[in-house]
């Protein structure tokens, strides 16, 4: 028995060690950040020009591999029928305060073309020498990607910052 507890509290520590290395902010240079919390949760932003995008949820990690869980916010909106009638609909929020729009506020939103998962969030990452990397058919992406706007090459990969 004691050789049992010994052995889940050294997994357990070394799973605890993995979770606290991978915490922080993140950042790449195509405009994606990415915040990984202590609490498990993450907040994932992109912003290009006058483009942005946002997406918040849960993060787990096994082994190296982070894995990034959409957690939904939703507006609601009330939509009246042809024949009078009116229902409740649900649409994706564009900010982080879920609330009840009007129809006006709808149109304007998506005249705008404001919201949530413009740019879509990487659902997972491998973590490796304190940088995420994407996975492109099962593998790490390391080729330097063209830049927007310019002919420079730039790392693909997620690195840490102090913002």
Known sequence: MKILTTTLLILNSLVLFSQEAVIGHYRDYFGSRLYLNADSTFKYTWNFDMLSSWTKGTWTIRQDTVYLNMVPLYDTVGVRKLDGSEHDS???????????????????????????????????????????????????????????GSGRKWDPWYFKSDD
């Open 90 to 148: 649900l649409i994706l929020s564009t900010d982080e305060s879920p609330e009840r729009i009007t129809q006006i506020q709808l149109a304007g939103t998506m005249l705008a073309g404001g919201g949530q998962n413009r740019q879509a969030y990487p659902e997972k990452l491998v973590f490796k020498k304190d940088r995420l990397y994407k996975l492109r058919n099962g593998r790490l992406e390391t080729q330097k990607q063209k830049g927007i």
